[in-house]
C-alpha cells in the first residue's frame, strides 16, 4: 500500500461483519480458560494480551499504522513523547553510559537528558547539529551508546543533517535515534536516510487535533545489536527479570529492541496509553496526509508575508529560499518544512508578548502542530528552565516567536497578524 492508503488501512483490518473503525477496547484485562495458557503469555512463548499495561489491541493496531508509515519492522505507543524520548534510550543505556545528543532538540527532551537521566547515571554530550564530521565523532566515548536528534527541532526548526549523524553513529557503533514529530513520516522517513529508531510525540500532527497526549517509538530493525554485544548486553544477554530471554535471539534484529522496551519499561515503568487516547491518534492520522500538505502551504505562505513585514526582524521556516536550511530542507523535506514557522518582532521580547497579545484568531497555547493556529514565547514558557546560553545552543533567541500554523484559512490568520502588529 502506499502512504495515503496505509493511513487509512495499516494496523487494522476487519474481518467479516467486524467494526470499521479501529475497536476501543477499554478492558484493563484479557480471560483465558486455563492458567497454563497464562502462564506461556507471561513467558512470550504465546502472543496474546493480558493486562493493558503492557499491551492492548487498540493501542497495537495504531502502533502498527505507525510503524507502516515509518517503514519499520516494530513499534509501540507510549503515554507521552516524554515517555517514549526516556524509553528509547534507556532500553540501550544504563548508570555509566554515554550518549550524545544535538543541543536542538525539544526543551522537554534537553530537560530530561541533562538533569533527569543525569542523575541516573547517564551522561551526555550536546553537539551543534551543524557541526563538521570531525566534530561530532570527537563526541563520541567508548562508553556511548547512542547518537540522538530531531528531524525539524522544536522550536529552533533547524533541520538535521540524517546522514551525517547516521554515519557518525554507525561509524561508532551505535544507533541514530531520530525524534521525529514535526516531520511526521508524512513528509520525512528518517529510516530511508539511515537512522535506526524514531520516536514520536503524537500529541502533536499524528493525532493534530489537541486530543490527546500520547509517543511512539519505531524500529527500523537494521541495527545489528549482536555485532556489538559487548555493548548492548541487555539485548544480547539472558534477562533474568523475564525468565531469561535473550531479546536478539528469540524475537531478532527486527523485533528485539521493541519487545525489550515493551516487557521490561513499560511493565516497570507503566507509561502506557488510554487505549481511547490510542483511538484518537489513529482517528487523527487517517488525514494526516491532507492535513500536512495544507499545514505546508498555510505556513509558507506567512513565512514569505512576514519576511517582507517591517516589523518583523527575521524569520525562520526551512520552507523559505533564503533560510538556512532551506538545502537540507529539499533534501529531506521535499513535500514541505511543516506547519511552524518562528520570527522576531522589532522590539524583543517585550514587543513579542504585546503582539501575542493582540492575536484573536491565534490562541496563546502551550501546544503546537494541531489543526487550530497557535502561538507560543518559549523563552518564558517551554524553555524557561534554560539560561541564556542554553537558550543559545538550543536555538531559541529571546524574541522568538513559535507560530504553528493551522488549518484555517491563510488569509484569515495573515489578517490577524497584521493586526495584531499594528498595536505593536
Ligand atoms: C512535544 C514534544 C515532545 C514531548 O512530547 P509530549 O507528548 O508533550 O510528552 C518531544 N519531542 C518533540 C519534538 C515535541 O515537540
Known amino acids: 500500500m502506499k502512504f495515503n492508503t496505509e493511513c487509512l488501512h495499516a494496523g487494522y483490518r476487519p474481518a467479516n461483519g467486524e467494526p470499521r473503525n479501529i475497536p476501543i477496547i477499554q478492558s484493563t484485562t484479557f480471560r483465558y480458560e486455563t492458567s497454563a495458557e497464562m502462564g506461556m503469555l507471561f513467558d512470550l512463548e504465546k502472543e496474546g494480551y493480558f493486562y493493558t499495561r503492557l499491551q492492548n489491541p ?18 509501540m505507543l507510549l503515554s507521552s513523547g516524554q515517555a517514549a524520548s526516556f524509553f528509547a534510550v534507556f532500553n540501550i543505556a544504563s548508570a555509566g553510559d554515554h550518549v550524545v545528543a544535538s543541543s536542538a532538540i525539544y526543551g522537554g527532551t534537553y530537560n530530561l537528558f541533562a538533569v533527569t537521566m543525569k542523575r541516573m547515571g547517564i551522561d551526555f554530550t550536546f553537539v551543534d547539529p551543524d557541526c563538521s564530521e570531525e566534530e561530532l565523532a570527537a563526541a563520541f566515548r567508548p562508553n556511548t551508546k547512542a547518537l540522538f536528534g530531531e528531524t525539524i ?3 529552533a526548526l533547524t533541520v538535521l543533517d540524517i546522514e551525517k549523524f547516521a554515519k557518525a553513529a554507525h561509524a561508532h557503533g551505535v544507533p541514530l535515534i531520530v525524534d521525529n514529530t514535526f516531520a511526521t513520516p508524512y513528509l520525512c522517513r528518517p529510516f530511508e536516510w539511515g537512522a535506526d529508531i524514531v520516536t514520536h510525540s503524537t500529541t502533536k500532527y499524528l493525532d493534530g487535533h489537541a486530543a490527546a497526549v500520547g509517543g511512539a517509538i519505531v524500529d527500523s530493525g537494521n541495527f545489528d ?7 548492548y548486553p541487555g539485548l544480547t544477554t539472558p534477562d ?26 513499560m511493565r516497570d515503568f507503566g507509561s502506557t496509553p488510554a487505549p481511547m487516547n490510542a483511538f484518537l491518534l489513529g482517528l487523527g492520522i487517517e488525514t494526516l496526509p491532507l492535513r500536512m500538505e495544507k499545514h505546508c502551504s498555510n505556513a509558507l505562505a506567512i513565512a514569505e508575508h512576514l519576511e517582507r513585514h517591517p516589523k518583523i526582524t527575521w524569520v525562520r521556516y526551512a520552507g523559505l529560499p533564503g533560510d538556512k536550511y532551506h538545502t537540507l530542507a529539499e533534501k529531506y523535506l521535499p513535500k514541505g518544512a511543516c506547519g511552524v514557522v518562528s520570527f522576531g518582532v522589532k522590539g524583543g521580547r517585550a514587543a513579542a508578548e504585546k503582539f501575542m497579545n493582540g ?3 491565534a490562541s496563546v497555547a502551550t501546544h503546537v502542530a494541531d489543526a487550530k493556529t497557535c502561538v507560543l514565547h518559549p523563552a518564558s514558557a517551554t524553555h524557561r528552565q534554560m539560561n541564556d546560553e542554553e537558550l543559545a545552543a538550543a536555538g531559541v533567541s529571546p524574541d522568538l516567536v513559535r507560530f504553528s500554523v493551522g ?17 505593536v
Open 225 to 231: 545489536w549482536e555485532k556489538y554485544a559487548d555493548k
Open 359 to 361: 492575536l484573536e484568531i
Open 240 to 265: 533474568d527479570s523475564y525468565h531469561g530471554i535473550t531479546y536478539t535471539k528469540k524475537f531478532g534484529r527486527g523485533g528485539a529492541y521493541i519487545t525489550k522496551a515493551v516487557a521490561q519499561l
Open 407 to 423: 488549518l484555517e484559512d491563510v488569509e484569515d490568520l495573515i489578517a490577524d497578524i497584521d493586526r495584531a502588529l499594528e498595536r
Open 153 to 155: 527541532a522544536n522550536p
Open 58 to 75: 487498540t493501542s497495537d493496531a495504531v502502533a502498527a499504522r505507525i510503524c507502516a508509515l515509518e517503514g519499520g519492522s516494530a513499534a
